[in-house]
């Protein structure tokens, strides 16, 4: 059990580190940005992130199920695939928003500012956009380490820390992966 406990702590300390590199990697890509080669095109990647996310809220879903059945196995794999989900997104993403000018709902005309008549235009919508964007990158960024530990707990054998954890940080997960594409779909007539 000691063994265990030691690597729990190594792999804590690893989690703080990794969700302290995301975060200052996230805070960076809207204020670096990085020249793509001539004719490299990453359009397609806002709607593969939707995809990710989309994927990664139904994987969430078949691990909650199999873990109410008591199927220990299916239910770890399941979580396997998801966290393999969300840090293939997490790397797309930060990649795609070093090499991409932000998107902002409402500019019509795509050059990067909103105009009173681009305001007016989406009205209240874009106050729902933004409710529904926010609480999902806040939620991104808080849940992270937790993510992580709670992950950590079940991999060490802590199951019972695992459980109480997990009845959560599950549906703030789930919520961070249901509302990502909610928030590109909102946002995908602006690309």
């Known amino acids: 059990m000691g063994e265990n406990l030691n690597l729990a702590r190594k792999l804590n300390l690893y989690a703080w580190i ?3 590199v995301v975060l200052a990697l996230v805070g960076l890509m809207r204020r670096v ?3 793509l080669p001539e004719g490299w095109d990453v359009s397609f990647l806002p709607p593969f992130h939707a995809t990710l996310n989309a994927l990664t809220a139904v994987v969430l879903l078949v691990a909650l ?36 000018p ?11 500012e909103l105009s009173e008549a681009e305001l007016m235009a989406v009205g209240g919508k874009r106050t729902v956009y933004l409710v ?10 808080i849940i992270l380490p937790f993510i992580l530990f709670t992950f950590i707990r079940a991999y060490t054998g802590q199951y019972e820390k695992h459980r109480k954890m997990a009845k959560w940080v599950w ?6 992966a249901l509302t990502g594409p909610i928030a590109y779909f909102m946002l995908a007539p602006y690309y």
Not at 102 to 112: A, C, K, R, Y
Not at 171 to 176: A, H, S, T
């Open 18 to 20: 990794v969700s302290g």
């Open 33 to 35: 940005k990085i020249n």
């Open 65 to 100: 199920y199999y873990i109410k059945q008591k199927n220990v196995a299916a239910h770890q794999k399941a979580i396997y695939v998801a966290v393999g989900l969300s840090v293939l997104f997490l790397l797309s993403y930060v990649a795609y928003h070093f090499t991409t």
């Open 102 to 112: 932000e998107t902002l709902f409402g500019d019509i005309d795509g050059n990067g």
């Open 132 to 141: 529904i964007l926010l609480s999902h990158i806040a939620l991104a960024a």
């Open 171 to 176: 549906p703030l997960w789930f919520y961070v």
